[in-house]
């Protein structure tokens, strides 16, 4: 336990940012998963939607470094790559 009145409220504040933190990984994975149904029984519009939405909080989420920014944008190209292929089968090229 901290001793100093620094080091205590130190430990308020990694308190408080690590429940934020974890809500926000906690909202990405959600939001991922979201968009993982959609693309399996979902509308391409829905699809677009979904991913847009979780391509914004991955974005946030780098921004504010609870996420690392390659980690973000590696998902971010993941579920792009998918929304393509989900938006484009059946078309002729």
Do not use: C
């Given at each position: 336990m901290p001793h100093t009145r620094s080091a205590k409220k130190s430990l308020r504040k990694t308190?408080?940012?690590r429940l934020?933190?974890?809500a926000a990984k906690k909202?990405?994975?959600?939001?991922?998963?979201?968009?993982l149904?959609?693309?399996?029984?979902?509308?391409?519009e829905d699809l677009r939607k979904?991913?847009?939405?979780?391509?914004?909080?991955?974005d946030k989420a780098a921004?504010?470094?609870?996420i690392h920014p390659n980690t973000?944008?590696?998902?971010?190209?993941q579920l792009?790559?998918?929304?393509?292929k989900k938006t484009t089968s059946g078309k002729p090229s």
């Open positions: 308190l408080k940012r934020a933190n974890r909202a990405i994975k959600l939001q991922i998963k979201s968009l149904s959609v693309a399996d029984k979902g509308s391409p979904e991913y847009i939405v979780a391509a914004r909080k991955l921004a504010r470094r609870i973000a944008a590696r998902k971010k190209s792009a790559k998918l929304l393509h």
